[in-house]
């Protein structure tokens, strides 16, 4: 007999712990001595894909640089394709990466490389075939010798927009810097409008640069700005008009002397919210988020401060989709050791930043966790590099995913599908079946223990039965089955 059982949120997880970030799978390592494994990291909406840079590796020469794309199986993290390597020696391929929302195409940076003159620096494309990561179009050069083009970098959540910054270009100056914006035209990348350049020689302007999801506005950091105090820094905002980019709003300064204000930035999917980083804000820096009201960009919420044991807070920012939540780093945080390095996420309650779970720190120091800190759209998994662990080798470098649980008010726990799933046989001796009443494509089943730790993860496409079986031990269990539309339902099951 098919049973329908419904999800009593509020005392399922009665027993459970408090809620926490809970590793994802095992480390995902660097590959030898100083690799630098995880300097850049990004994750894609639902965080089951993860790009990571390596920007130290050797395998294409000395400093050549690598790419390595990973994917959740439910399981374990598995490499989803070959490595993706610099082309010689120098280039510090990896130095910059971010993959689209669906986990398809990748942009990285390689400012080293000497393609149009030493150290012009470059940003490459790639697209999965479904079976290797295959180039999509030519390299996209900087525009001289020097420029460093592709130390930063963001991509639309299609794709197809891709905005760069060379932080050395001397168009306005020497080491003003620059943010170009390119568009796929089904062929190749073309520019997207004119250079964006640095208002004065020294501003390293394009230090940082984030983009919106449709690509038609991004932020862009100045760390050396010095509008109002020596290196104090600036963020400007710039939106498509339909023919070229124009500023949205107006500069947003940095306070103090060498303060870093925009030493890193995010912006939310509609490009209405964006977060700045300010590494050397007093005391132990600082993070400020800024949402656009009217016809001006004002501050949300205080300022979200580092604690008494960090040193760079604020050295990596990612924001949700929503810019409700984000995810921030401070890879010399010394609280387990010297530059051990930690990662938080923060939450927006409707009137402040109120940290989400526990803090996350580095095994050991030196360890530099935080050094990149990537949050998925969604919210639910954030991954942090730590370019010092040795766990390989010195310095290989090692990524870790992590997945938020609440057990005691676990809001994904919600039953809009329940009135269309079946699960059987309950108890069952491992096996069971779930039943759908329409061919769904695809669908989601996810196992968690009594804790809500998450146990397996698997996706089904175009089917309306699935048949599933629970490996571990007997015990209680809970079935959580998605669709792709955002309605799910949990289930109460238990192996005998």
């Known amino acids: 007999m098919k049973i329908t059982f419904l999800l009593l949120i509020t005392s399922i997880f009665s027993l459970g712990t408090n809620a926490q970030w809970n590793q994802l799978g095992a480390d995902i390592n660097g590959e030898s001595i100083d690799d630098y494994c995880g300097n850049a990291v990004s994750l894609n909406h639902h965080g089951n894909i993860a790009a ?233 820096g600082l993070v400020k988020v800024y949402e656009w009201i009217g016809n001006g960009w004002l501050q949300k919420g205080s300022n979200i401060h580092g604690h008494s044991n960090s040193q760079d807070f604020g050295y990596s920012t990612s924001l949700s989709s929503s810019g409700d939540t984000i995810a921030i780093s401070d890879n010399y945080d010394y609280t387990n050791g010297n530059a051990a390095g930690k990662a938080e996420v923060y939450k927006w309650d409707g009137s402040s930043w109120t940290q989400l779970g526990q803090s996350v720190y580095g095994d050991t120091l030196n360890n530099q966790l935080g050094r990149s800190v990537s949050l998925s759209k969604n919210a639910k998994r954030f991954a942090v590099g730590a370019i010092g662990n040795s766990d390989i080798a010195q310095s290989s470098g090692q990524v870790k995913v992590f997945e938020y649980q609440d057990p005691t008010n676990y809001e994904d726990l919600s039953n809009t599908y329940e009135d269309i799933i079946s699960i059987y046989p309950n108890p069952t001796k491992g096996i069971f079946s779930v039943d759908l009443n329409d061919l769904q494509n695809p669908v989601t089943l996810r196992l968690y223990n009594i804790t809500g730790q998450l146990l397996q993860e698997k996706q089904y496409h175009k089917t309306n039965h699935i048949n599933h079986e629970i490996h571990e031990s007997p015990g209680v269990y809970f079935v959580e089955i998605s669709d792709g539309k955002g309605n799910k339902s949990v289930f109460k099951l238990v192996k005998e």
């Open 52 to 284: 990571v840079g390596s920007y130290g590796n050797n395998d294409s020469g000395n400093n050549a640089g690598q790419v390595r794309i990973f994917e959740w199986t439910g399981n374990t993290w598995v490499q989803r394709g070959q490595d993706i390597n610099g082309e010689s020696m120098g280039d510090s391929f990896g130095t910059a990466v971010e993959i689209d929302s669906a986990g398809n195409t990748i942009a990285i940076g390689a400012p080293g490389n000497d393609g149009n003159g030493v150290n012009s620096g470059h940003v490459q494309v790639y697209e999965w075939d479904g079976s290797s990561w295959i180039q999509k179009g030519m390299n996209i050069d900087g525009e001289y010798a020097g420029d460093g083009s592709g130390n930063s970098l963001s991509i639309s959540n299609n794709g197809d927009i891709v905005a760069i910054g060379a932080i050395s270009n001397d168009d306005s100056g020497s080491t003003a810097g620059q943010v170009r914006v390119f568009e796929w035209d089904g062929t190749n990348w073309q520019q997207k409008g004119s250079d964006i350049d640095g208002e004065n020689a020294g501003d390293y302007f394009g230090s940082s640069v984030s983009l919106s999801a449709d690509g038609n506005l991004f932020v862009a950091g100045a760390i050396n700005n010095s509008d109002i105090a020596l290196n104090s820094g600036q963020v400007r905002v710039y939106e498509w008009n339909g023919s070229d980019w124009m500023q949205k709003g107006t500069d947003l300064n940095g306070l103090s002397v060498n303060g870093g204000f925009g030493f890193s930035v995010s912006m939310n999917n509609q490009g209405n919210t964006f977060a700045t980083g300010i590494i050397n804000g007093a005391p132990y």
